[in-house]
């Protein structure tokens, strides 16, 4: 599978976008450009956004292979695409028309290669798609996929370097130039019919689900879906509503509770007034039996309180009289000589 060292290209934090550090205008040397050992990713001088031209310059690039190509800010102007006919090389300099059979190519660009007269035919449409529309660069050459079986073909084989967690190793991908279902054996060099699943593999490419696994045989495609019987889907939805039943019967109780609890508050202060309540009125009950218990007050309706309040109000009058003199305008002489302050009768007089 041609596309498997992209995906571990991408996915290791290894193998990181590889430029170089000059900007626009800087120096630089087309001597430097290179593929990368390993991951065989395109290196120069300049960094993401520049090119080393032929003068030894840094130059913006004139052109881009990816909608959202690397190294750009968001805001920024980006190179444009190339249109219909042309491409854009590793260097990104500027578009160029396709290249016809049998003119060099870039390692892995099957995209740079004049596509045949009968490309909807050849045209490898699934996704391990092995060729572009028909076209395909073996060795650095731009070639037809188009060998059918038993006739000579022609196989690259690259080696990349891939990772799984801490541990490092080699991923050979190899590719030919045979038909739609078919392809290249590495040994006879001659176009064989792909192999369906159960049968025995040394590769990927021998499978026509791009699958050999580690036992020898060919097995089912790495992005065909899973099926499971009714019956699983029968416990999932029983699960699904066991547990929305398990949750609303928790929350109930929980909520049961709760409720339970702030009853029981409710309740226990209302006892707490009413016993405050009736001790107010029992210590009233006892207080008035107190006071109607007292000497004097058998049969009569007033308090104590107000017999004394108004027995030192009516002596005060008298103790008044008899210490200091009155107005002449309060005092009156009686026919007897008794002398009387607004009503109250003093010594000599009747009481």
């Given at each position: 599978?041609?596309?498997?060292?992209?995906?571990?290209?991408?996915?290791?934090?290894?193998?990181?976008?590889?430029?170089?550090?000059?900007?626009?205008?800087?120096?630089?040397?087309?001597?430097?450009?290179?593929?990368?050992?390993?991951?065989?990713?395109?290196?120069?001088?300049?960094?993401?956004?520049?090119?080393?031209?032929?003068?030894?310059?840094?130059?913006?690039?004139?052109?881009?292979?990816?909608?959202?190509?690397?190294?750009?800010?968001?805001?920024?102007?980006?190179?444009?695409?190339?249109?219909?006919?042309?491409?854009?090389?590793?260097?990104?300099?500027?578009?160029?028309?396709?290249?016809?059979?049998?003119?060099?190519?870039?390692?892995?660009?099957?995209?740079?290669?004049?596509?045949?007269?009968?490309?909807?035919?050849?045209?490898?449409?699934?996704?391990?798609?092995?060729?572009?529309?028909?076209?395909?660069?073996?060795?650095?050459?731009?070639?037809?996929?188009?060998?059918?079986?038993?006739l000579a073909c022609q196989?690259?084989?690259?080696?990349?370097?891939?990772?799984?967690?801490?541990?490092?190793?080699?991923?050979?991908?190899?590719?030919?130039?045979?038909?739609?279902?078919?392809?290249?054996?590495?040994?006879?060099?001659?176009?064989?019919?792909?192999?369906?699943?159960?049968?025995?593999?040394?590769?990927?490419?021998?499978?026509?689900?791009?699958?050999?696994?580690?036992?020898?045989?060919?097995?089912?495609?790495?992005?065909?879906?899973?099926?499971?019987?009714?019956?699983?889907?029968?416990?999932?939805?029983?699960?699904?509503?066991?547990?929305?039943?398990?949750?609303?019967?928790?929350?109930?109780?929980?909520?049961?509770?709760?409720?339970?609890?702030?009853?029981?508050?409710?309740?226990?202060?209302?006892?707490?007034?009413?016993?405050?309540?009736?001790?107010?009125?029992?210590?009233?009950?006892?207080?008035?039996?107190?006071?109607?218990?007292?000497?004097?007050?058998?049969?009569?309706?007033?308090?104590?309180?107000?017999?004394?309040?108004?027995?030192?109000?009516?002596?005060?009058?008298?103790?008044?009289?008899?210490?200091?003199?009155?107005?002449?305008?309060?005092?009156?002489?009686?026919?007897?000589?008794?002398?009387?302050?607004?009503?109250?009768?003093?010594?000599?007089g009747r009481r």
């Amino acid at each position: 599978m041609w596309l498997l060292p992209l995906t571990l290209l991408f996915s290791s934090h290894y193998l990181l976008v590889d430029a170089g550090s000059q900007a626009r205008g800087q120096s630089c040397s087309t001597g430097d450009n290179r593929l990368q050992i390993g991951t065989y990713q395109f290196y120069s001088d300049c960094d993401t956004q520049t090119y080393c031209s032929q003068q030894g310059i840094c130059e913006l690039k004139g052109c881009r292979r990816d909608q959202y190509p690397f190294g750009y800010a968001q805001e920024a102007v980006l190179p444009p695409k190339c249109p219909s006919g042309q491409f854009c090389p590793d260097e990104a300099d500027a578009c160029q028309p396709l290249l016809a059979v049998g003119s060099p190519c870039q390692l892995n660009r099957d995209d740079q290669c004049e596509s045949p007269p009968n490309w909807s035919e050849l045209a490898e449409t699934s996704y391990y798609g092995r060729n572009v529309n028909g076209s395909v660069c073996l060795n650095n050459v731009c070639m037809w996929a188009n060998v059918t079986v038993g006739l000579a073909c022609q196989v690259e084989n690259t080696a990349y370097i891939a990772y799984a967690g801490s541990n490092e190793f080699i991923d050979v991908v190899s590719r030919g130039n045979c038909h739609v279902g078919l392809y290249c054996d590495s040994q006879q060099l001659v176009c064989m019919q792909m192999k369906a699943i159960g049968e025995s593999c040394d590769a990927d490419k021998e499978c026509s689900t791009f699958n050999c696994q580690s036992n020898g045989v060919c097995g089912e495609s790495a992005d065909t879906p899973n099926e499971f019987g009714v019956w699983v889907y029968v416990l999932v939805g029983i699960g699904i509503f066991g547990g929305m039943s398990a949750t609303l019967i928790t929350l109930f109780l929980i909520h049961r509770r709760h409720r339970d609890q702030e009853r029981e508050k409710r309740l226990q202060y209302w006892r707490e007034q009413n016993a405050f309540r009736q001790n107010i009125l029992q210590m009233q009950e006892t207080a008035r039996a107190s006071i109607l218990s007292l000497p004097g007050q058998g049969g009569s309706n007033r308090s104590t309180m107000y017999s004394r309040v108004g027995s030192e109000e009516s002596s005060a009058p008298m103790l008044q009289h008899a210490t200091a003199k009155t107005s002449g305008l309060r005092q009156y002489i009686s026919d007897d000589g008794s002398v009387y302050d607004e009503g109250i009768m003093m010594e000599g007089g009747r009481r």
